[in-house]
């Protein structure tokens, strides 16, 4: 009888992604928008081997060792995560090869770069010291990511293939709060970072643009009181009010949405400024949260949201001295179960999931017409 049960909830498994995937299957749906180029900005969700490259600090981060990259590479790649990331199915839904990293020496960016670096802020890092925040592993923060944008594009002749480029401006943002957070800041205190993280971006947006963008998506934060690093250094015993129906921290995911709320005002804005180009927010934590609301559907042990795959230690399987990637700390036997690979970025399978719902949901709003 439970083998039958079991096998009964593998085909609603099956049928269920095959429900919400067959409009998809193999049609590789950004394709329909005959992009050229893709141009990312943004932080570890996005860096493919920048921060890797960038420093001998950043050489020695444990997204530079195994298990990081086991499960597609094979290999560390300097991505976050056990496999690929959301921008590498982006490229693929779009039939272009994976954006190399720009700081990588020799590399082919005939079909887009890599801007993004692992640890990125919106804010100058300086900015964020006068106000009591360290940034630990790099200063190249977004306004630095998009100097090197202006010289590449000034360095070589970029006119009509940034024309049919695609630009993501994000996610970007979330390592100002988290390191406020993580450094002690109250929520009020990180509130009062929000403005101008959101008009550094908006101030992004404006510069891909000044550079010929037609297309741009910007998104959002994911639900932070999910994640098994917040949920490991603000623990209550006060599990009523504090926690909601996915054992998530309700206060910092209130947070996030503010956030979000206010970035989507400035994108408003900055549609009515240009009328003509196509800015679209990408909603990645409706599409996180969706990850916790049907785990069971797509493929996760719902009793597992929130532990981290790769770690050690209490309820959540996170320890922030012993970091995944630090000797003996080893990864799940099977990562497709978990969301979270190592307390802060998710699984691969997580990653692919969320990106093919945004993709879903931003494309009827690229003004790309087949």
Same mark, same amino acid.
């Given at each position: ?28 749906? %950004? ?53 690929? %990331? ?46 009591? &925040? ?19 594009? +000034? ?41 101008? &993280? &959101? ?8 510069? &891909? ?37 996915? +054992? ?123």
């Amino acid at each position: 009888m439970a083998r039958i049960k079991k096998d009964f909830q593998i085909v609603l498994i099956s049928a269920f992604l095959f429900l919400f995937f067959c409009s998809s299957c193999g049609a590789q749906l %950004l394709s329909l928008c005959k992009f050229d180029s893709i141009y990312q900005l943004g932080d570890s969700i996005a860096d493919t081997g920048n921060l890797i490259i960038e420093s001998s600090l950043g050489a020695a981060t444990p997204c530079s060792r195994l298990p990081y990259g086991e499960t597609y590479f094979n290999h560390p790649t300097g991505r976050c995560s056990n496999g690929l %990331l959301m921008i590498d199915y982006v490229a693929w839904e779009a039939r272009l090869p994976y954006l190399n990293p720009y700081l990588k020496n020799g590399s082919d960016f005939s079909h887009g770069v890599n801007f993004a670096v692992t640890g990125a802020t919106a804010l100058p890092t300086s900015v964020l010291a006068a106000r009591g &925040v360290i940034t630990p592993f790099t200063n190249s923060s977004l306004d630095v990511q998009l100097d090197w944008m202006s010289s590449f594009f +000034n360095a070589t002749d970029h006119a009509e293939e940034v024309k049919d480029a695609l630009f993501l401006v994000g996610e970007i943002g979330g390592n100002d709060f988290n390191n406020a957070f993580l450094q002690g800041k109250t929520i009020e205190e990180a509130k009062s970072f929000v403005p101008d &993280v &959101v008009q550094a971006i908006s101030h992004a947006v404006r510069r &891909v643009i000044q550079y010929g963008a037609q297309r741009v998506v910007v998104p959002g934060n994911f639900p932070i009181g999910c994640l098994p690093i917040y949920l490991t250094a603000f623990e209550t015993n006060n599990s009523t009010s504090a926690y909601d129906e996915f +054992n998530c921290l309700k206060d910092f995911n209130d947070f996030a949405e503010y956030f979000n709320e206010r970035l989507q005002q400035a994108i408003e804005d900055l549609r009515n400024e240009n009328p003509d180009t196509a800015i679209v927010y990408a909603d990645y934590y409706t599409a996180f949260k969706w990850l916790f609301s049907d785990a069971f559907f797509l493929g996760f042990d719902p009793g597992s949201l929130v532990k981290a795959c790769c770690g050690v230690g209490g309820e959540y399987n996170f320890d922030g001295a012993r970091f995944c990637g630090s000797p003996g700390v080893q990864a799940c036997p099977d990562p497709d179960r978990l969301v979270s690979w190592d307390g802060i970025h998710l699984t691969q399978k997580a990653y692919t999931l969320i990106a093919r719902r945004i993709i879903h949901d931003i494309l009827p709003h690229l003004h790309c017409y087949a």
